[in-house]
């Protein structure tokens, strides 16, 4: 089976009530569009987006707790995110990997708390600018892919985004080039770590715009793309899934 298509919005620290409004005309925009369409909007919002969306969008976390429950204050457990209608959850950010220091052993653990809830895990992997400057980007996403994806992981309850550091929030895309070549060599590990490594979605995250995406979405091994800046407004996001249709 090739892998499922998804465009993901990943809202960050932004947001809120009043955000929720637009969520109808993204709704309708995912019910035409020919893929998954999924928002991650701050935890606080999971349910209130899940009540006003229903069926008609998808709606996940940013972040769980390694742990199923427990003493971790302001924390949250996988499961409360499946409890408030989550299906997903973002885990290993870039941001979250500068801002709190998680390893990719942290996000391993996290991603395997996602799967025991019934999450889909969303790992996020990506080089910084030295090291693509140093050349070593592909030994960087190789030695992140192999470390943080859990065992027991599936087409079905993981899907891998690269986001280069450098090209979060900045406005600078990576060429069609580096994005396949990229693509092509998770697409290659994940392959050899898993039964069905080729039916995992691999979606490309960095300054995606409406701009870029149908270019982006054209890169072989590409199946969407997780989209920070450019999903806070409907009127950004809309042709970026129309992008995918
Ligand atoms: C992100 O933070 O996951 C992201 C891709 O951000 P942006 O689209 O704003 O670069």
Known sequence: MAPRKLVAGNWKMNGDLAALDQVDEIAKAAQDAGCDVLICPPALLVHAM???????????GQDCHT????????????????????THVIVGHSERRADHSETSEDVAAKAA?????????????????D???????LEVIAAQLAASVPSGATAGN????????WAIGTGRVPDTAQIAEVHDKLR???????????????LYGGSVK???????FAIPNVDG?????????????VPIIRAMT
């Open 225 to 237: 793309a997780l989209v920070g800046g450019a999903s806070l407004a409907a009127a950004d996001f």
């Open 131 to 137: 090291q693509r400057d140093a050349g070593s980007t």
């Open 113 to 129: 708390a996602a799967h025991e809830a019934g999450l889909t895990a969303i790992i996020c992997l990506g080089e910084t600018e």
């Open 188 to 202: 290659q590990d994940l392959c050899a770590q898993l039964p069905d490594g080729a039916e995992v979605t691999l």
């Open 67 to 86: 742990k199923a429950s427990g003493a971790h204050t302001g924390d949250i457990a996988a499961r409360q995110l499946c409890d408030v209608g989550a």
């Open 210 to 216: 409406a701009g870029n995406a149908a270019e982006i």
């Open 50 to 60: 899940k009540a006003r969306a229903g069926d008609m969008l998808l709606v996940g």
């Open 158 to 165: 993981t899907v891998v985004a690269y986001e280069p550091v």
